[in-house]
C-alpha cells in the first residue's frame, strides 16, 4: 500500500535540542492516523516537516511519494490545520473563502459554501468575532475545500469544549468517508483518537515509539497478573512494556507476537488509553536515563 507519509532517520536540531532525532516511520494511505505523546515530544515539529514549514536538520521526509511542499502542485495536495486556527482576524468568512479560491488551483466552492451554511456561518462574520470552535471549523473548512488527498491537523480541537470537539470531529470523519482523505491528527486525547483513528503513532522524548493499526496494537498488547516473578524470566516472545509488583502478585504490560500460554496469568485486555499511557511512562524512564547520561557526561 503506497504510504502517505515516508521519513527516514528524520531529525530536526534548535541549537542544540533536538526537538526530532532519528525518526523512521511509514504511514499508509487510507488511514485515520493519530499521533500522541506528552508536550515537546515532537508531535508539532514532526507535522510542520510534513507540509513543509521547516527543514530537516538530519534525514529524510516524503508525503506523497514527493519531497514536502516542493512545487505548487504539491502544495495543493495536502491540507494543514495547526493548534491555533490559521484565520485573520479581520477579513470575514466570505473573505476566507475568496482567499482559498485564489491560491488553490484544485478549490471546491461548492463544498467550501455548503460547509459553511451547514456550520450557520455568517459570511459577512469577521473571523476576530468567531469563537474558537467556529474558528476551528472554518480552518478545516479552508483545508477541504482544497479537495487535499492528506489532511495534517496539529493539535486542532486543543482549546474547543467538548461540544465543539464533538462537532469538529463528526465533520471530519464525515469529510474521510466523502472524499477519502488520508489523515494524521495529532492529540493528547486519546478518546478523540480512539473516536476516529484506525492507526496509531506514539512519539515519546523525540523518537517513534510505537506504530501500527490500532485493533493490532490492542490485539498484541495484554496485562499479565498473577504470582511476584521476575519479569526477565518471560519468554523471548514477550516484551515487558509496564510492571508493577506487591509482596505476591507482578502486574505486567507485556507485547507479545504470540499467544500467552502460561495458565498462572491471568490476562486482561487493554484500552487504547491503557496503552499510551504505558509508553509514555516508558518515555519517562528513557527521559531519566538520557538526562543521567547527560550529567555523567559533564
Known sequence: MTAVLEAEGLSKRYGRRWALSDCTLSVPSGHV???????GAGKSTLLNLAVGLLGPTAGTISVLGAPPAIDSAQLGRVGFVAQDPPTYSGLSVADHLKLGARTNPTWDNDLAARRIERLGLDPKQKAGKLS????AQLSLTLAIAKRPEFLVLDEPVASLDPLARREFLQILM????EHQVSVVLSSHLVADIERVCDYLIVLISSRVQLTGEIEDLLATHHRLIGPRCDPSSLPENQQVIEESHSERQSTLLVRSDGPIMDPAWTIEALSLEDLVLAYMGQGRNIDASLWSSSRESE
Open 174 to 177: 464525515e469529510t474521510v468517508a
Open 132 to 135: 474558537g470552535g467556529q474558528r
Open 33 to 39: 492516523v493519530g499521533l500522541v505523546g506528552p508536550n
